[in-house]
């Protein structure tokens, strides 16, 4: 168990829905990232949030958003949901920016399912 | 931006060693990391590389050549629970992203 917890593990929606993901970072760690892994790929990173801030974005779609709450808790808002969004979504968090180490924490990721 | 490539798979016999390169091509390289994924599990961390040469966990190692751009992973003694997808990442100082290469997927067998 990483300590990181996302919710939900699973969802299944519809084309044109909109989702929120919710990630709770492990105590301590100031740092949260966000991945999207489609089947068989890799890891595409998508945006990094260093204490409410935004520090860092990858690829992210304009549908896409999230955000950094003060307790440190972040969500991903995933719009206009196309079949090619269907993928599991990680959440990782690290203490600081992980560039120190390059070791994320990762949670068990949410599963999206665009029908 | 970053780039990674990694063989896409590799297949050995239970005891082997395992080899997995990782060349990568970043403008601000700051370290070399591994992570290891079971089908559709979390990414684990296995090791980091900010400084040239051999990093040893285990039956992991993790080397690294910044001149060459280069990076492997050995995995020895190999069990079938190694079997998993492993992934290099580079972390990049100009804008602290953790980007991962494709991975590679390492089957073990009897």
């Known amino acids: 168990d990483s300590g990181v917890t996302q919710t939900p593990k699973h969802l299944i929606t519809a084309t044109g829905q909109r989702v929120t993901l919710r990630c709770s970072p492990r105590?301590?760690?100031?740092?949260v990232y966000w991945y999207q892994q489609s089947l068989d790929q890799g890891l595409q990173f998508l945006i990094q949030?260093?204490?409410?801030?935004?520090?860092a974005k990858g690829n992210i779609l304009e549908r896409f958003s999230a955000q950094q709450f003060p307790d440190l808790h972040s969500e991903l808002n995933l719009s206009s949901l196309e079949l090619g969004d269907s993928a599991l979504y990680f959440c990782a968090s690290s203490v600081e920016g992980g560039i120190n180490t390059g070791e994320l924490f990762f949670g068990e990721g949410s599963r999206l399912t665009v029908l | 931006g970053q780039s990674l490539e990694q063989p896409s798979e590799v297949t050995a016999v239970e005891g082997a060693i395992v080899q997995i390169n990782c060349t990568y091509q970043?403008?601000?390289?700051?370290?070399l990391s591994w992570y290891q994924q079971h089908d559709g599990g979390a990414p684990t961390f296995l090791s980091y590389n900010g400084l040239d040469g051999l990093e040893e966990t285990g039956r992991f190692s993790s080397f690294l050549s910044r001149s060459d751009s280069y990076g492997y992973l050995l995995l020895q003694e190999l069990q079938m629970k190694d079997s998993a997808s492993y992934f290099c990442a580079v972390t990049d100082r100009n804008d602290y992203k953790l980007s991962f290469g494709a991975g590679t997927t390492v089957t073990v067998r009897a």
């Open positions: 970043t403008s601000g390289f700051y370290g």
């Open positions: 949030y260093y204490n409410g801030e935004e520090r």
């Open positions: 105590s301590g760690d100031l740092s």
